[in-house]
């Protein structure tokens, strides 16, 4: 069984930063591509960023210079850096995860529950 958990939103002032954490356990053959999407009240959920497992990243025109993805492949973790905050950055974000759990395994998405992000004006 396979597991993807979201940490570290909160309320936060507009400019100011928050890490997200999101870390994949349980039975892992390997993983590819990690993401955060976020849903804002009454709006669809967007990707905001991803990053290969070969370190290679993609970011949504309204963060970029601003939010930074990152993994750590020995610990199953995708990070994202976010700065300069503003209030339309407010909304859940989800991780998903792009994993296998056996060497003959297709690859399968598995999601997070979603951790709040809110910025204040």
């Known amino acids: 069984q396979v597991q993807v958990v979201e940490s570290g939103g909160g309320l936060v002032q507009a400019g100011g930063s928050l890490r997200l954490s999101c870390v994949a356990s349980g039975r892992i053959f390997s993983i590819s591509n990690m993401d955060w999407h976020r849903q804002a009240p009454g709006k669809q959920r967007e990707l905001v960023a991803g990053?290969?497992?070969?370190?290679?990243?993609t970011y949504i025109d309204s963060v970029k210079g601003r939010f930074t993805i990152s993994r750590d492949n020995a610990k199953n973790t995708v990070y994202l850096q976010m700065n300069s905050l503003k209030p339309e950055d407010t909304a859940v974000y989800y991780c998903n995860a792009e994993i296998r759990v056996s060497i003959r395994g297709a690859a399968t998405d598995y999601w997070g529950q979603g951790t709040q992000v809110t910025v204040s004006s």
């Open positions: 990053i290969t497992s070969g370190g290679r990243t």
